[in-house]
């Protein structure tokens, strides 16, 4: 039986990109016997309601400021590539619409989930998308190869309502604070904490019951064709490589023609050419 991954996040969350190179590792290192599914625990319902200064017309400018060093912060600390000017050219409202999204998604199965809620990540945390409205979400829907007239459907739903208000209930009984992950497996349940390091994250999913894939770590090439885009950082997480050794790699395979630099803000997106 596979080991039951619940990850609790949020598409805006910027812990959440930052651990996307642990996540990814564990699917590498762990195949076909890890099936994630992806609880939406609502990061922000409304920004400025959720800051009653900015509600007030005093604080705004501060809490985005706040927010934009935060993921400043979460850049250097992690080196995923984010572009936190967001916050100052055009922040989003809610993270809600966004996490609805996500809820849509599943609805066409995990492997479009994780489809789409890396591409609605990619949107906010690195090309400055305003994604907090239907149609926004819809074209991303488009471009991660989703039925969209289903899609459009589902995220207006109110089946898709109850099934985010299950995810917030969910997340806040089990007191999750983002990210976090629980494992389910036949050796019992084990959670992890998106900060700690990826050796704590494997012991929890190893503890839980998993068992590792006897499959070679793929090579920079490989890992790009089944991931798609990837940060330097995730590169290396998944392909078991230094930072040096990714970087030289990669800018190797760029000047060859086979890889494509997508820059952001603090860093490089790669993806296949």
Sequence with gaps: ?????????????SASWAAEPKR?????????????????GGLVRDYEDDHSDASAGRGGGRMYESLLESWLDEAARSRMPMDPRIWAEGPICSTYPACMAVKAAAEQGPEAAARYLRAVREGLMCF??????????????????????????????????EAFGADLDETRSEGAELPWIRFDGEAGTTTVS?????EQWRAAALAAGAAPSEEPRPDPPAALRRFGRMATVEVEAVCDLSNQAAETELWRLAGEGRVRPVRVLTGVLWEPA
């Design 1 to 13: 039986m596979p080991l039951r991954a619940r990850s609790y996040t949020d598409p805006a969350s």
């Design 24 to 40: 990814r590792a564990l699917l590498v290192e762990f195949g076909n016997d890890l099936a994630f599914t992806y609880v939406m």
């Design 128 to 161: 400055r998308r305003k994604l907090d409205s239907a149609e926004p979400l819809v074209e991303v829907a488009r471009e991660a190869g989703l039925d969209v007239a289903r899609f459009r459907v589902d995220v207006q739903s109110n089946a898709i309502v």
């Design 194 to 198: 998106g900060p700690e390091p990826y």
